[in-house]
């Protein structure tokens, strides 16, 4: 996704598999040059340790957003 298409507020999806086993969602908090950091809501289960030690937050870059499927 491009920079020019997020704003502060915005549900994204996401990865980071330095971090993260499976994809993410949540909220954006901050806005840097390429990437941002997301406060993360919805995760898969296995993944809870790796929430808790990041406190909730992740910075990822943007070209690993994207729009969440609509449900």
């Known amino acids: 996704m491009k920079m020019d298409n997020i704003k502060v507020g915005d549900k ?6 330095e971090d993260m ?8 908090e901050k806005l840097y040059t390429n990437s941002v950091l997301i ?10 340790d790796n929430v808790i030690e990041l ?3 992740i910075v990822v870059n943007a070209q690993n957003l994207k729009k969440p499927a609509k449900k």
């Open 39 to 48: 406060d993360i809501e919805q995760y898969d289960p296995q993944d809870n």
């Open 21 to 28: 086993e499976q994809p993410f969602t949540g909220t954006v």
């Open 12 to 17: 994204l999806q996401g990865h980071v598999e």
């Open 55 to 57: 406190n909730h937050k």
